[in-house]
């Protein structure tokens, strides 16, 4: 069964110091992974998705297949990156597309 | 702006009432999910439509839930008979194919 779990379920840090919001999954194809983030009375956005290979706001994520990871990094911090973040998986090759998700990291930047 | 609306924003109600609510995406989403959240947890998927059919539901969707989509447009999901079980956050998403899926901004149920 697919499963995602994100151990940390609040994480500090202060601004300018790197962050790392850990994300790991079960699931026995291959998958395709997001991280999706909400911001203080806003939506629930997606921030990046693995097959993009992209930076956003400064966040990257690899997926690592030996050890079913998928950590959000980013080198310097900032005030405003405090939000909700949420991993989510969906079946490679599935043609429904529905999100299996983790209870969330909330990630709080200090001045 | 993501375009996906929904109503009411907050849904009070007393156990055992029907509550419905709805979702609007844009119209170029041909898909649209259901999920609900609860204090802490993530998202958990409840139903899926890709236009007008319903083409997965949950276990998580017991009998008393029920879910359309007409026209493949907007879609409505009713609870009779609410439990304060129900009690969360119920939200909705659109896309198009197997893109990234749009959040609304979600109608909180709360049961009394």
């Known amino acids: 069964a697919q499963r995602v779990t994100q151990p940390e379920k609040l994480l500090s840090v202060f601004k300018g110091a790197p962050v790392e919001l850990k994300c790991n999954y079960s699931?026995?194809?291959?998958?395709?992974l997001f991280w999706y983030v909400q911001y203080s009375r806003q939506r629930l956005q997606l921030l990046l998705r693995?097959?993009s290979r992209e930076s956003i706001k400064g966040f990257t994520a690899d997926l690592n297949k030996g050890e079913t990871s998928f950590h959000l990094k980013k080198p310097f911090a900032q005030e405003e990156d405090s939000a909700m973040y949420y991993c989510?998986?969906?079946?490679?090759?599935?043609?429904?597309?529905?999100?299996?998700f983790g209870r969330g990291t909330q990630l709080t930047v200090w001045p | 702006d993501t375009g996906v609306s929904q109503n009411p924003r907050h849904k009070i109600t007393k156990r055992g009432q029907n509550v419905t609510f709805r979702c609007d995406p844009i119209?170029?989403?041909?898909?649209l999910y259901w999920y609900r959240q609860t204090l802490g947890q993530g998202p958990e998927f409840l139903t899926y439509?890709?236009?007008?059919?319903?083409?997965?539901k949950s276990r998580l969707l017991s009998d008393r839930f029920s879910a359309e989509r007409p026209k493949g447009s907007f879609s409505t999901l009713e609870i009779q008979r609410t439990e304060q079980g129900d009690s969360a956050m119920y939200l909705c998403?659109?896309?198009?194919?197997?893109?990234?899926?749009?959040f609304g901004p979600g109608t909180r149920l709360t049961v009394l």
């Open positions: 989510a998986l969906s079946p490679r090759g599935s043609t429904l597309g529905r999100l299996y």
């Open positions: 693995h097959i």
């Open positions: 439509f890709q236009n007008e059919a319903q083409l997965e």
């Open positions: 119209s170029e989403h041909n898909r």
């Open positions: 699931y026995s194809g291959s998958p395709e």
């Open positions: 998403a659109g896309g198009i194919s197997t893109d990234t899926q749009y």
